[in-house]
Nanobody
Framework: QGRLVESGGGLVQAGGSLKLSCVAS????????MGWFRQAPGKEREFVAA????????LYTNSVKGRFTITRDNAKNTVFLQMNSLKPEDTAVYYC??????????????WGQGTQVTVSS
């Protein structure tokens, strides 16, 4: 079964930047919508961003609009999340997701194992 493998997490000071990457082990996992979720300690998992297969359309949760940018490289089965102006409240485990459907369908069929992002104040 295909996998999603995230990388790029780490510790950064408030105001700093990180870029997360997620590689799909099989092209089939990267043939439709892809995106990112996150889960902070003691909180429920929440949607962060999603991108269409073409890369021409994207969605963001309000709290990251203007700071985070999702992109993808279909030739490499990879989706990225550029995170700028990071805040302590962005601290969470970030999960890469992929769907068998359109990016806006709200259905996520594949999940990565997660990568920790910690933003210090």
């Amino acid at each position: 079964q295909g996998r999603l493998v995230e990388s790029g997490g780490g510790l950064v000071q408030a105001g700093g930047s990180l870029k997360l990457s997620c590689v799909a082990s099989e092209r089939a996992l990267a043939n439709n919508g892809m995106g990112w979720f996150r889960q902070a300690p003691g909180k429920e998992r929440e949607f962060v961003a999603a991108i269409s297969w073409s890369g021409g359309n994207s969605l963001y949760t309000n709290s990251v609009k203007g700071r985070f940018t999702i992109t993808r490289d279909n030739a490499k089965n990879t989706v990225f999340l550029q995170m700028n102006s990071l805040k302590p409240e962005d601290t969470a485990v970030y999960y890469c997701v992929a769907s068998d459907y359109d990016y806006a369908a709200g259905r996520w069929d594949y999940w990565g194992q997660g990568t920790q992002v910690t933003v210090s104040s």
